[in-house]
């Protein structure tokens, strides 16, 4: 039995870990099988402090050299179930089972029904984060495909950088308005282009773009967890990062927004002080 | 007028500048006087995601830099009040006066306490600016109460006011060498007087003064900013780091335990994309 079961492999996961093994603490740190996507394909991140500008690779890599340094071990393995047994908790892991006093939620958010050619083209034309690499389109002509109003100060900010930017919302009542700004309705069946992104395709249509912000909330831990409470696609936490459940806490983006590096190693480092805090109770 | 003023000159202040700034939202950086001690003076700092056993002067060298590479300005002065004017802000930095339409507070947790008798005799003899209040004090004997060196000239400046001004300062080898500044050992334990401030009391005797200057680096934040909610010390906040004043925001340690860098740095990242989601509204 572990004191802490950490899932999650991004950068919320790594601070949890490092916390994890610098506060003495017995602990199962389950990665994944891949490494995250999402850090590791960013072309530059501006707002690490103490890191500037650097690429997701290179991000991912003094995250690498940092667990190398303390000796903290991965178990790159996907934990498809959590289950409460009353004090303690079951992770099922493929055919594996591990048990643990508290669990910390690094998950992350799903990017849920992926259009045709998001993957493909992540890092390359595709961005799931104006605030991150907005710069590179200054002067450029981009597309935004919109889930949630929640976005649209993303979508205004992204019109400061931009020539044009075609505002594709999945909801009704968008109300950006930047001058910059055109309206399109409909929703993407495809991204297409060479070495990097050129085309969004539609049903009837097509735009020509430099890239392509894709903001949208998804995917559920509950599925992970049973009985979590969550709210908008994400798992509720007080400022402690505790949830509705009993020695389970959350970090990082499954925690809510926004979506960024140092939030989510900030997290991962409070959620572990917390998960401390309830089992020395 | 600005759209984000930040308060503190300690992790979560350098995290939000940075933030502000790749945001492209005009912004002020109150960073105080002097570089922040407890960074500094950290031997070993083991948890701070991708800066592996890294000491407390790197990891500021390492924030200077990131600062430096992107051009974040500092205005190294200290606020001595936040005052809502209804949908903006005004800030009083010494003489100056500062608006910004959001305030970002990261003031740190204090560790001197206010002395006995200091909030009721604001503005009634006790003071936080010696250019502001100086002139006040022409001919007349005043103590002088200092947390830091980079104060010392504002004793200087005080010092060709004055008749007598004793100088009490709480650090050692005070370079205030003014012919009518006569120096003090301990630490004041209340100040008392009737209409107006009277006297400086200590554990054993008294000074008989006009007016006390109590210069220091950072002030709580519920004296900082009439209304703010406070508990147990620490500003009352939401997830999105809100406090219950609108538009005011508060990171790092002044938001709550635990004190550490990650989760300062992490909570300045939060609070600005809070405070341009409510800049947009």
Redesign the interface.
């Known amino acids: 039995m572990y004191d802490i079961a950490i899932i999650g492999g991004g ?1 919320a996961g ?2 949890a870990a ?2 994890a093994k ?1 506060l003495n603490r017995s602990y199962i740190w389950f990665t994944g099988k891949t490494p995250p996507k999402k850090v590791i394909k960013a072309e530059l991140i ?8 650097i690429s997701g690779e290179n ?1 991912f890599s ?2 690498e ?2 667990i190398a ?2 000796g903290v071990e991965k178990t790159p393995e996907v934990v498809t179930g959590v289950y409460d047994l009353d004090g303690k908790y079951a992770l099922l892991a493929g055919k594996n089972e591990y048990e643990a006093r508290t669990v910390i939620l690094c998950t992350g958010v799903e990017t849920a029904r992926p259009i045709d050619g998001e993957d493909e083209f992540l890092g390359r034309g595709v961005s799931y984060c104006a ?1 991150c690499d907005g ?1 590179f389109y200054r002067g450029k002509d981009i597309a935004v495909l919109c889930y949630d109003k929640a976005f ?2 993303e979508i ?2 992204l019109c ?2 931009a020539h044009t930017v075609h505002v594709i919302p999945t909801y009704k009542d968008c109300g950006v308005k930047a001058a910059n700004a055109h309206m399109h309705e409909g929703y993407p069946v495809k991204f297409t282009g060479g070495m990097r992104l050129e085309k969004v395709l539609f049903k009837n249509g097509e735009l020509a773009v430099d890239g392509v912000f894709v903001l949208r909330n998804s995917f559920s831990p509950a599925k992970l967890v049973h009985g979590l409470k969550t709210e908008g696609g994400h798992i509720v ?3 402690a990062l505790a949830t509705n459940l009993d020695g389970v806490f959350a970090a990082g983006d499954c925690a ?3 979506y ?1 590096y ?9 959620a572990v ?1 917390s998960a401390v805090e309830y089992l020395s109770k």
């Not at 707002?47 to 500008?53: C, R």
């Not at 140092?262 to 409070?270: F, L, Q, R, V």
């Open positions: 950068p790594y601070s490092i916390n610098i501006r707002n690490y402090l103490g890191l500037s500008d991000l003094a995250f050299s940092h340094a303390l605030t710069n649209e100060h205004e900010y400061t950088l936490v007080n400022r809510g927004r926004p960024q140092a939030k989510s190693a900030g997290e991962g480092n409070i002080h």
